[in-house]
């Protein structure tokens, strides 16, 4: 399987641990892997709250731009909000070729077109999928036996569109969590919403909805994420969330590829462990035991 | 709500309701069951329940559906839209919404426009979006004193860490101005 790579923005800045993980897991699992040349902005959540049109037709010029440089590859995105914006555009054009031509009007001017043809996968989708525990399974040298994960999927690789999971009672990061030999924490926050880009405009509503998951993982080792915004939510607050509600919330957040990639024995340095902005000194002790 | 029908304020309705109409469109079989504001995550902060944002929709009640803030809540978890027993597309009505209030500039939700307008100016000038350009503009725009030194300990976190550039990326390149200007002459705001 080849695959046509979409970073996207927070993967170049803050979220810089999730695209250095997501290289080198996909490298150690023998992925074909290449990232789109000069790949623009799907828009993210502002595009939508400013112009329709405009929110499909940065997303188009992306898919267009993968067709161009490698046909047939199915695009992988690693950022669920980059990845919903890429799926919406597959979805809405194959459905509605009136909606394709007027996306293609835009995008001629830059010599692209869309035929409709474009496949947005998730990396979750592609893990789970496309490699799976199987694969991971023999691969594993650093076991996590003694580590409960509670996995944490967020919304958008999961709704509207119910690709490669139950959109409810979401369970595909399991098999994989199992593989390494970790225990799954009991818990059902997994699909519920972090508040997304609440925390910058709606901080208080944020907040809410970041306690009530830090709240869910109590007992879990680490939190597990597949977005850098949910990362960011999780990972960034938990002091002010922990003072304002006088509770220890201080928890490990990781990108499932850190995870795999850790049990796999890839270097930590690799993995951008460093980057992280909550890795318990716990975490560390039992890391390196 | 008592509305006089002097021509002036005619024309104004009939103006409100074309605004309104793709919105309608979207939600036009909504049973009002409350399905969408069960699976709400924010619903707990917003001063109308979707529900009866719906209800204020299908009505025209534009005043009232721009002086709440329950649209600006909608996080985009998609729940709603996952459950609605019609198959209603109502993360994307809210979504119109936005595009209303902020193609309107109301002043109710002026710091979300305003953060949006900056991302979009950034992917504009850019392509992609530098994080810390947006922020820094989106403060400036907001002219709130405080909020920057809310998120002052995290910026420097990420600074530490190399996540973000204090470096103003160049303006040489602009690989979306054709894309742009397409957009705006298609929908008639060339």
């Known amino acids: 399987m080849r695959y046509r790579y979409y970073p996207g923005c927070s993967l170049e800045g803050t979220a810089r641990e999730y695209n250095l993980s997501t290289r080198a897991l996909m490298g150690a699992l023998g992925g074909d892997f290449r990232e789109i040349d000069d790949w623009t902005c799907c828009g993210a959540s502002a595009a939508d709250a400013t112009s329709h049109l405009l929110s499909l037709a940065l997303p188009a010029r992306n898919l267009a731009l993968a067709a161009k440089q490698g046909e047939g590859d199915d695009i992988l995105v690693p950022c669920s909000a980059c990845y919903l914006n890429l799926k919406k555009v597959e979805e809405k054009t194959r459905r509605d070729p009136e ?8 995008l001629i001017a830059d010599q692209l077109q869309l035929d409709g043809r474009a496949r947005v996968r998730h990396l979750l989708d592609v893990l789970a999928r496309d490699m799976g525990a199987d694969r991971i399974r023999p691969l594993v040298r650093r076991p996590f036996t003694d580590f409960s994960i509670a996995p944490y999927y967020g919304c958008q690789c999961l709704r509207p569109y119910a690709v490669f999971d139950d959109p409810e009672a979401p369970q595909s990061m399991e098999p994989l ?17 972090c508040g997304a880009a609440h925390m910058q405009t709606q901080t208080e509503v944020g907040m ?4 009530a998951i830090l709240q869910g993982a109590k007992g879990a080792d680490a939190i597990v994420t597949v977005c850098p915004m949910c990362q960011m939510n999780l990972e960034a ?3 002010r969330i922990g003072r304002k509600c006088a509770e220890d919330l201080r928890i490990s957040v990781l990108y499932l590829p850190q995870l795999l990639g850790l049990a796999m024995g890839l270097p930590q340095a690799e993995l951008g462990l460093d980057l992280n902005l909550a890795i318990t000194p716990e975490f560390r002790k039992k890391l390196s035991a | 709500m008592n509305r006089s029908a002097s021509p002036a304020n005619a024309e104004q309705l009939s103006r409100e309701s074309r605004t309104l109409a793709p919105v309608q469109a979207m939600i036009r079989s909504c049973i009002q069951c409350g399905t969408c504001t069960g699976s709400c995550p924010n619903a707990f902060a917003m001063d109308r329940t979707p529900r009866q944002l719906w209800r204020l929709v299908l009505m025209g009640r534009q005043k009232a559906i721009f002086e709440s803030k329950t649209f600006a809540l909608c996080s985009a978890c998609y729940y709603c839209t996952l459950r609605c027993p019609r198959g209603l597309p109502l993360t994307e009505a809210m979504g119109a919404l936005k595009q209303i209030a902020a193609r309107e500039n109301r002043v109710r939700h002026r710091p979300s426009t305003l953060f949006h307008e900056n991302f979009i100016r ?3 000038r850019h392509g992609r979006v530098k994080e810390m350009e947006l922020m820094t503009r989106y403060w400036a725009a907001v002219k709130n004193p405080v909020l920057p030194l809310r998120f002052a300990l995290l910026g420097m976190k990420l600074m530490a860490k190399g996540k973000v550039s204090l470096d103003w990326p160049s303006k040489a390149k602009r690989p979306l101005e054709t894309l742009f200007r397409k957009v705006e002459e298609l929908e008639g705001r060339s």
């Open chain 1, 99 to 106: 909606l394709r031509a007027q996306l293609n009007e835009i």
């Open chain 1, 177 to 193: 969590i199992k593989a390494i030999g970790a225990r799954i924490h009991p818990w059902c926050m997994g699909g519920q919403c």
């Open chain 1, 208 to 211: 809410e909805l970041v306690t």
């Open chain 1, 237 to 239: 607050y938990q002091h």
């Open chain 2, 122 to 124: 950034s992917v504009r």
